[in-house]
């Protein structure tokens, strides 16, 4: 996270300035479109043999009153992910060996490449999100 994007968010935290509100949030989440995709180990990246990773396309609207990064903050933080943070995806191929991981695009579009080298490549845009178990691979 830059400088400039830690001291938005605490201003945001602190403030609530452009975070939105309980009833905001419930408004905002939409229905999305699920998919899910399965990926067996590499032998570089072992991914994950019993949780898929889970896509959901136009998961939430992102109004321009609201910081986009600040809605899925809340939206994470109420659903019981804690320890957010912004600023993107790694570009280089990698797991988290115990801890399962959610992405929310807040602002233009991104590619990833999930389940490692043998894995896919998936584009997505701002309202998106996907859930990427632990041992998953993603870039």
């Known amino acids: ?21 309980v009833e905001q949030l419930a408004r905002l989440v939409q229905s999305p479109r699920i998919a899910a995709f399965r990926f067996r180990d590499d032998g570089f990246i072992p991914n994950s ?3 898929p990773v889970v896509v959901y396309r136009s998961a939430v609207k992102l109004p321009r009153s609201l910081d986009p990064a600040a809605v899925w903050e809340a939206l994470f933080e109420s659903n019981g992910w804690g320890d ?11 797991y988290h060996s115990r801890i399962h991981e959610v992405l929310g695009i807040a602002r233009g579009s991104a590619t990833v490449r999930l389940g490692g080298n043998k894995g896919r490549i998936v584009k997505f845009k701002a309202g998106d999100a996907v859930v990427i178990p632990a041992g998953t691979g993603h870039q």
């Open 1 to 21: 996270m830059t400088f400039v994007e830690d001291v938005k968010a605490s201003v945001q935290r602190v403030s609530g300035w452009r975070r939105p509100s």
């Open 49 to 51: 043999p019993l949780w």
């Open 84 to 94: 957010t943070w912004r600023n993107g995806i790694y570009d280089y191929l990698h």
